[in-house]
């Protein structure tokens, strides 16, 4: 049974960091794409960083890039979001998400597996 944990969140100033975990298990950490997403109440849930298990691709959206980082620890079957910068928008309950896939996936919709969401708070 695939089973994906995410822990981290919290509450953080604008200008701060979190780091946020995704713990996988029952299936082999290869060839997944592993990815985070993010929704606030109202919206739609937004996808805002991927990583390729294949061969490390990474992906960001715009409003991510230059201040998110995703990676990986094989060994420990987690994928990292290191959030630097943190902004107020940042403001979301997070998601991690998997799927047998050897691209990066970008939409939310085209994950096939979720953990929990943890919540980020970012205040101004």
């Known amino acids: 049974e695939v089973q994906l944990q995410a822990s981290g969140g919290g509450l953080v100033q604008a200008g701060g960091t979190l780091r946020l975990s995704c713990a996988a298990s029952g299936f082999t950490f290869d060839d997944y794409a592993i990815g985070w997403s993010r929704q606030v109440p109202g919206k739609e849930r937004e996808g805002v960083a991927c990583?390729?298990?294949?061969?490390?691709?990474?992906y960001y959206s715009d409003s991510v890039k230059g201040r998110f980082t995703i990676s990986s620890d094989k060994a420990k079957n987690t994928v990292y979001l290191q959030m630097n910068s943190l902004k107020p928008e940042d403001t979301a309950v997070y998601y991690c998400?998997?799927?047998?896939?050897?691209?990066?996936?970008?939409?939310?919709?085209?994950?096939?597996?979720w953990g929990q969401g943890t919540q980020v708070t970012v205040s101004s």
């Open positions: 990583f390729s298990t294949y061969d490390g691709a990474t």
């Open positions: 998400a998997a799927v047998y896939s050897l691209g990066l996936p970008r939409a939310a919709r085209d994950y096939a597996y």
